[in-house]
């Protein structure tokens, strides 16, 4: 049998090259939009949440309740103390819900509302991310806590950074909270004694208790020790550290079903809560505690 021609052979290979490159798969492999693919795909999937959430509220049962499981972010403040008075109140009024919980500080629990981990959150901090709406629902102050034998009930610009200060960790809403109004007021950090970093309001309350420092804690923290004479507030000549609690959720229409439940309580009767009692029990589905 005789061989092919070598021309033969080169322009054979040339005419397949030119086939394979205007083939049906190479084309496809050369010309695939999976981001506007995945943008859009990703756009019905949360109209679809969407819808299916509505339905779970408007048939939650036969008296029109709502009823599920809410997935809430809550930043440790709130959550330690409170949240339990929180949630007591809305299950009286919503006992079919049940909720996933996930606590950690401020930036923690933004960064799960936007990897969509969570429906709705409440933090203390400010929270400035695009993407995030942001809406106070409660008041708060943060005061200065010493220990109940300390030698004064107000501070001055001197006598407060000659002291050893007692902060929350770096991403905490309460730590941010505190450097701006002391930096409002004039204080810089690096010009106190000493600055001690801890993860907890607990770990701050303990730690003043030991006479290790001074720190600033919510005043929802500490109704208990100042009862009890384990603590004592001191004012600081020109400086007031005010804030909100405020609940995050997703940018774009308003949460709808359990979140949007949720979010209408917290909004209009949060600020009632402060007169319910505490002995309450939460139903609640617990979930990971990252703080």
Same mark, same amino acid.
């Given at each position: ?13 040339? /005419? ?10 190479? /084309? ?7 981001? @506007?693919?995945?943008?859009?795909? +990703? ?12 339905? =779970?509220?408007?048939?939650? !049962? ?47 629990? &933004? ?8 429906? &709705? ?9 695009? !993407?995030?709406?942001? =809406? @106070? ?9 010493? @220990?109940?034998?300390? =030698? ?77 004479? *384990? ?28 979140? !949007?439940?949720?979010?209408?309580? *917290? +909004? ?18 617990? *979930?990971?505690?990252?703080?």
């Amino acid at each position: 049998m005789p061989l092919p021609h070598p021309a033969r052979h080169h322009a054979s290979d040339q /005419s397949a090259r030119r086939r394979s490159r205007h083939s049906p798969l190479r /084309s496809r492999r050369q010309s695939r939009p999976l981001a @506007p693919q995945a943008s859009l795909l +990703l756009g019905y999937a949360k109209k679809i949440a969407t819808l299916v959430s509505q339905a =779970e509220q408007e048939l939650g !049962g036969e008296d029109g309740k709502v009823s599920g499981e809410l997935s809430l972010g809550v930043s440790t403040t709130i959550a330690q103390y409170v949240l339990p008075r929180l949630l007591g109140a809305f299950l009286d009024e919503h006992p079919r819900v049940q909720f996933s919980l996930h606590s950690g500080n401020t930036s923690e629990i &933004v960064q799960l509302l936007l990897d969509d981990k969570l429906s &709705v959150g409440l933090i203390e901090g400010p929270a400035r991310d695009r !993407g995030i709406r942001t =809406e @106070p629902f409660m008041q708060d102050e943060l005061v200065l806590i010493t @220990p109940p034998a300390f =030698e004064s009930d107000r501070l001055s610009h001197d006598q407060l950074v000659a002291s050893s200060l007692l902060m929350r960790e770096h991403g905490s809403g309460s730590r941010r909270v505190a450097e701006i109004a002391l930096e409002k007021a004039g204080f810089k950090l690096k010009s106190f004694k000493k600055v001690m970093d801890l993860d907890s309001t607990e770990a701050i309350k303990s730690a003043v208790e030991a006479g290790l420092g001074i720190g600033f804690v919510s005043r929802w923290a500490i109704s208990k020790e100042l009862e009890l004479g *384990a603590l004592k507030v001191v004012e600081v000549a020109g400086l007031r550290v005010a804030r909100h609690f405020s609940l995050i959720s997703r940018t774009g229409p308003e949460p709808q079903g359990l979140a !949007g439940a949720f979010r209408t309580f *917290a +909004l209009g009767r949060a600020r009632l809560i402060a007169n319910i009692p505490r002995n309450r029990s939460v139903r609640a589905v617990p *979930a990971d505690n990252p703080g």
